[in-house]
Structures are given as C-alpha cells and as structure tokens.
C-alpha cells in the first residue's frame, strides 16, 4: 500500500528553520548534561549534610518520632531537589532522543524527496528521447526510404533539429570557442599552429565540440591553438 502522505510534511523547510532545529537539538543535549551535573552535585550534598549532622536530645527525637510518623502517614513526603533534577534530567533526555528521532526522519523524507525529483527529471528526458527514436526508426523503415537524397537528408536534418532542442531544453550547451582565446579551464589544446588570422593564444580549429550543464562543465572542448605568425 502506497504510503499516506501527510500535506504539513511535503513542506520544504527553510534554511532558518532548519537552523532553529538543530539549534533545538544542541541546546536539549546541553541541558541534559546540565541536569545531570547539578544531580550528582546535589546527591553529594545531601550526603554532607547527612554525615555533619549529630542528634542534640535523643529522647527528645524518641518521643516525637510517634507523632512525625503519623505526620508522614497522613500527608505524602515532597520529593527532595535530587528526586526532581531526576525528573527534569529524564524529562530532558527524552526530548532531545524525540528530537533526534525527528531529524533522522526528516533527513530521510528529504532524501527520498530529492531521488524522486531526479528519477521525475530521467523520466521526462528520456520520453523525450524516445520520440527521437521514434522518428529514426520511421525514416529508416522500407517504406519511408527517399528515393532522392536530398529528401532523405532534409529528414535527417528535421530529426537532428529535434534532438538537439531536446538537449537544449534539458540545459545541455555545447562549447564552440572558435576564435576565441584559449581557456584551460574549458578547452583541451591538442596542438598549437601557426596562423595569419587567429592571434596567439587563441583556439584556431575545434577539433570536438565541449558540453556543459548549466554552469557545470560535462567535457571539454578539444582545440588546435595558434601559436601565431
């Protein structure tokens, strides 16, 4: 069964929201450890202030003990200071473990979230390539075959055309520095000639066409640099 999709949680969280939510997570561990140390500080204390004490009237303390237990029996004890920074330290804990539950989760979702997109993306280009292909297999079939030649390469232009748009709107550009001067960073110089025309420095010939993706390069250019006259 397809998994029910809640819509508060196809929301992509801003970068500052994704800041106060680590910012959550640090803090929640911070505190835990705090409560932890003033626990054990405390305990310590306690056990100080258990030994220094000395009974002043032991009969005294015998006669009232009857009445503090009646006390006791009637009304339950308050929890002591250590009894509550337990408390407070486990009621800490389980926040930050919820806490990090909730950003491995929202790790996931965001992960799956991004491979859907990019599976999404394939799709689209490759149905549009197949039309392509398509229209390859039509122009090769016998009964589409051209008698004349010049036929047959105006179909092969159209589809070329068609392919080439198909790139081109997936974001693909085709490097052609023709002219201009030589970038490493883009080209790949596969010898220097000399030349009339081009200046040195600059790419005479292109040998093979270079590809890039937005701004991202995919190979380069592979060129002939003019030494000059």
């Known amino acids: 069964m397809a998994e029910e999709k809640n819509p508060e949680q196809n929301i992509e969280p801003n970068d500052a929201e994704r800041a106060q939510f680590e910012q959550d997570v640090l803090k929640a561990a911070q505190d835990a450890m705090n409560l932890e140390a003033e626990a054990n500080a405390s305990a310590g204390s306690a056990t100080d202030n258990a030994n220094a004490e000395k009974p002043a009237d032991v009969e005294g303390q015998n006669a009232e003990a009857p009445k503090a237990e009646e006390k006791a029996a009637e009304q339950p004890a308050a929890p002591s200071a250590e009894e509550v920074l337990k408390q407070q330290l486990a009621e800490s804990n389980d926040r ?66 068609q392919f080439a748009k198909v790139l081109t709107d997936a974001g693909l550009e085709q490097i052609d520095p023709t002219g201009k001067e030589f970038d490493p960073n883009m080209h790949e110089a596969l010898m220097q000639q000399p030349s009339e025309t081009i200046p040195e420095g600059h790419v005479v010939t292109v040998f093979q066409k270079g590809y890039k993706l937005k701004n991202k390069i995919l190979k380069t250019a592979k060129v002939i640099v003019s030494s000059g006259k």
């Open 96 to 161: 930050f473990v919820r806490l990090m539950a909730e950003f491995e989760n929202f790790r996931r979702r965001n992960a799956k979230e991004q491979l859907e997109l990019i599976e999404t993306a394939n799709g689209k280009l490759l149905e549009k390539l197949s039309e392509v292909q398509d229209n390859f297999e039509r122009a090769f079939a016998a009964e589409n075959k051209a008698k004349d030649l010049e036929a047959f390469e105006k179909g092969m232009q159209m589809i070329y055309n």
